[in-house]
């Protein structure tokens, strides 16, 4: 019997692919993205991209107000960070990827008023060079991730983090050479991660089918495609 709307998650992911929504349906509700014309034109529906939420709070950048009008039923503030732009660190004020009382970000490129305010709920900030923190990295659980960036994947290693460094050269992303891990994939439970495509068409990515099947951790493609950088699939709390 299928899971009523109103009790399973939501996710928010790019509309610009409405094949993956589809298939994401079947799994959680799904919110999509609309196109940011202050963001790059490749980029311009990443969720990661355009939206940041921690606790009771959702951090958006200027150009997705529709987004906000969404994100209303499920977090308490809204707050708008500073004014994004179409080149780099510009367009990566919301990039960064929260697990329990961790931060992982760029806290240079990062937005300020979403750095201070985890700084003011006493979030550790794990600072890392990499701007695009949340597109190449994927937290599963307490101390699970999967990275395509060598320093985070150093990084956890020396904190003991279960961690996979994963290849992203043949992942798919418009307008760019490759994508990444983090943004063609995604967690809802701390048992099942989604992929935009299939994992043994995406070279250097058949690793990870045993990686996570020693977890047991499902894996769920939404493609028989190869892997396509789509911005995350990005989970929603209602933290009301």
């Not at 600072?127 to 937290?139: I, P």
Request: charged content about 20%.
């Amino acid at each position: 019997m299928p899971v009523p709307d109103s009790l399973r998650e939501t996710v928010v992911m790019s509309g610009e692919y409405e094949n993956l929504c589809i298939s994401m349906e079947k799994y959680a509700n799904v919110i999509r993205t609309q196109p940011n014309p202050y963001l790059p034109y490749y980029l311009r529906y990443h969720a990661d991209m355009q939206f940041f939420a921690v606790k009771d709070t959702a951090f958006i950048v200027p150009g997705s107000e529709y987004l906000e009008e969404q994100l209303v039923p499920f977090y308490k503030n809204i707050i708008y960070t500073e004014e994004t732009g179409t080149e780099y660190p510009q367009d990566v004020k919301c990039n960064a990827r929260l697990l329990d009382k961790i931060l992982l970000c760029n806290a240079k490129t990062l937005d300020k008023k979403i750095l201070n305010y985890c700084k003011a709920i006493k979030l550790e900030i794990l600072n890392v060079k990499q701007g695009y923190a949340s597109c190449s990295t994927l937290f599963i659980r307490n101390n699970t991730l999967l990275t395509s960036d060598m320093p985070i994947y150093n990084l956890a290693k020396k904190r003991n983090f279960t961690a996979c460094l994963v290849d992203n050269k043949d992942i798919l992303l418009n307008g760019f050479s490759c994508g990444f891990i983090g943004g063609s994939s995604g967690s809802l439970s701390k048992d099942t991660v989604f992929f935009t495509g299939s994992l043994s068409l995406t070279k250097g990515l058949e690793v990870l089918y045993s990686f996570l099947g020693d977890l047991n951790i499902k894996v769920i493609e939404l493609s028989a495609d190869r892997m396509v950088d789509i911005g995350g699939i990005i989970p929603l709390k209602n933290n009301l």
